[in-house]
């Protein structure tokens, strides 16, 4: 008959990294000091988010198109490299952000030295480059519309807002003009 014992060391809980040795004021304040950043980053995203929706839709429909003469293979391998480029411009991009750093892959050059069906073939087959073109094809395209559907009505009501003074004085109504927002509409009353 063998008996096990077990010893019980308490560990006390760790403070989150961001109030570490700070006061929850700090924590906050570093928030707002990352905003513009992280706003500029989103609002970044938004254009290149529906323009690469734009392009890589044409090109995909395209290369669907010409697969049946092989061309399409080429347009498809010219899509994969392209979404590379879209994938190291987005690191840098959160880079600049000072988002959490995420290594870059390793790429060779996707066609000098090679023969043509061995080009081909690096490009298909690296895992890096479907990666990016997910990314470039399906999660940027989504993020942007989301983040349209919520910073640019956002963005419109606050300038609304701050400009109240501004209009409320020149408004048909006199100088008493009021601004209401009833439902998703703004009403102006006087």
Known sequence: MTTTTMTTTTVPLA????????????????????????????????????????????????????LTVLVGLVIFALLLVL????????LR????????????????????????????????????????????GIVNPVLAVLTTAVWLPWILASVAAATTPIWASTSPYGSGATLTLHGSLFHVGG
Do not use: C
């Not at 979404?83 to 987005?90: A, H, I, K, P, Q």
């Not at 952000?97 to 050059?109: Q, T």
């Open 15 to 66: 403070q989150p990294a961001t109030t570490r040795g700070r006061g929850i004021g700090a924590a906050y304040g570093g928030f707002w000091r990352r905003m513009p950043r992280e706003l500029g980053y989103l609002a970044l995203t938004t254009v290149i988010g529906l323009a690469s929706l734009t392009v890589l839709r044409g090109l995909e429909s395209l290369g669907a198109g010409l």
């Open 83 to 90: 979404t590379r480029y879209l994938g190291v411009f987005e």
């Open 93 to 136: 991009r959160l880079r600049w952000a000072r988002m959490p750093e995420i290594a870059a892959p390793r790429w060779s050059a996707p066609f000098r030295g090679k023969t043509f069906f061995k080009a081909l073939g690096d490009v298909f087959g690296n895992p890096h480059s479907w990666l990016y073109y997910l990314h470039s």
